[in-house]
């Protein structure tokens, strides 16, 4: 039961990442798209994009979190 | 990642509370009570560098309330203001080096990588909302006419009353439990070298997180004072 157990854990947080880093990516896309078609507005973009990456990551996290209790059971 | 749990008995019930987060909780309100007293003791016309940065700390959530919020909205400067400043602090305390003096139980990291604390700020952000909503919109919060559309998003309304707090709560305590995690697996790995540039990332996360939930406080008060819905 407990390798089980590791094995939703590495599931849980592969998924979960793999989620995150496609968000993450196209958020990433969207501010160069962004920058390069106007250069003056960089330093404004930037503040979106880090909040806009902070709350794609988290949902990276909550599977973290429940990677986490299941390691810890 | 152990807490310093310590179990009272009041009126036949017993409570349990985190001492390692209290102590730095209580350090981080320290700091900024006294930040924000030697900060505010002689306000000039003409300010000193310290007043500069607290206005210019101040211009910055006028800022983002302004782009954020309808109209009337210095009156929940005090909530967001605190709140923005605890929560910076808070996690900036993971990266001090508190962790040479020995407790009892646990370490002392920062207060934010306890979900008790977490969802207490949380809870204050949803019944704040709540409230202003209800004091700006009278009965007609929730409840905009009886078409069919409005009361699907009652029902959507009440929905996000739970899911709101959830991921405010959880996303705060995850990046920085994540981030304290990521900061002894590189530990264990290399003792030297490698945590740095992971604690250099971990002082920007502190940063972004505290902004991120400041201005998701903002978006909820906006969405719940603001004409539309």
């Not at chain 1, 404004?44 to 990456?53: H, Q």
């Not at chain 2, 003409?46 to 983002?64: D, F, N």
Request: hydrophobic share 60%; proline share 3%; net charge neutral.
């Amino acid at each position: 039961m407990e390798n089980l157990a590791h094995l939703g854990a590495g599931l849980a947080i592969g998924f979960g990442a793999t989620g995150a880093g496609l968000g993450i990516g196209i958020a990433t896309k969207g501010l160069m798209d962004a920058i390069s078609r106007q250069p003056e507005v960089a330093g404004k973009a930037v503040g979106f994009f880090l909040v806009g990456a902070a709350l794609a990551e988290a949902c990276a996290l909550y599977a973290f979190v429940i990677a986490f209790q299941l390691l810890a059971k | 990642m152990e807490h310093w749990l310590y179990t009272f008995h009041l009126m036949d019930k017993s409570f349990t509370v985190n001492l390692d987060t209290l102590i730095t909780m209580w350090f981080a309100m320290l700091c900024i009570i006294g930040f924000s007293f030697i900060a505010t003791r002689k306000l000039e016309i003409i300010p000193t560098k310290l007043q500069v940065c607290c206005e210019s700390i101040l211009k910055l959530i006028w800022g983002l309330m302004d782009s954020m919020m309808p109209s009337d909205n210095r009156k929940h400067v005090p909530l967001i203001a605190s709140l923005f400043l605890f929560i910076l602090f808070a996690n900036l305390m993971g990266q001090l080096p508190l962790r040479i003096i020995h407790i009892k139980e646990g370490e002392l990291a920062s207060p934010t990588n306890d979900i008790n604390m977490t969802a207490a700020m949380a809870v204050i952000v949803l019944v704040y909302y709540v409230v202003a909503g209800i004091i700006k919109k009278k009965e007609k919060f929730l409840l905009k006419d009886f078409s069919f559309v409005s009361i699907i998003m009652m029902f959507v309304d009440l929905l996000e009353m739970i899911t709101r707090p959830l991921s405010l709560a959880i996303r705060l305590f995850a990046n920085i439990f994540a981030g304290e995690v990521l900061v002894s697996i590189a530990l264990a790995a290399t003792a030297y070298f490698l945590p740095l540039p992971v604690m250099l990332f971990e002082i920007l996360v502190a940063f972004i997180q505290a902004t991120v939930f400041m201005m998701l406080t903002m978006a909820y008060i906006g969405g719940a004072t603001g004409e539309e819905h």
